[in-house]
């Protein structure tokens, strides 16, 4: 049996482009996308905490050190320069696969920046 899980997630980044012209629907910058374990051309889901639009799309490369996170093509009517968005990843396990499973979350803070990892979310409480 396999389980779809949340493989990898960028909390709260900042959309800094929304290019409706461009190929490609959402680029984030590499050395985001290789601390979240996110794949170039990986299908993601974009959840936009300004509007409540949910959309799914796909990871390109964007320029490493850059912070950027672009919106591309039709997706771009879904986010606007400034909205706040966690970007997310989930992939098939394997009941043993499960056994060491750890997501990859990475949170940002202002313009972008990389405030901290984790491969946990704390107990929501009361």
């Given amino acids: 049996m396999q389980s779809t899980m949340l493989k990898a997630k960028l909390h709260q980044a900042q959309v800094t482009h929304a290019e409706l012209e461009y190929e490609g629907s959402c680029a984030i910058d590499g050395d985001m996308l290789d601390m979240a374990g996110i794949q170039e051309y990986e299908q993601i889901q974009i959840y936009n ?8 799309t ?6 490493s050190g850059s912070r950027m996170i672009s919106v591309n ?33 990475v949170y940002l803070g202002p313009d972008n920046e990389i405030v901290r990892s984790s491969n946990a979310i704390p107990v929501q409480v009361a």
């Avoid at 905490?49 to 799914?56: A, D, V």
């Avoid at 796909?58 to 320029?63: C, D, K, L, Q, S």
């Avoid at 320069?81 to 970007?87: A, E, F, N, P, T």
């Fill in 49 to 56: 905490l300004n509007n409540g639009e949910r959309f799914t």
């Fill in 58 to 63: 796909y990871a390109i490369r964007g320029e």
């Fill in 73 to 105: 093509g039709a997706a771009a009517h879904k986010a606007d320069v400034g909205d706040r968005v966690i970007i997310c990843a989930y992939a098939g396990y394997s009941s043993s696969e499960l056994l060491n499973f750890k997501p990859r979350l």
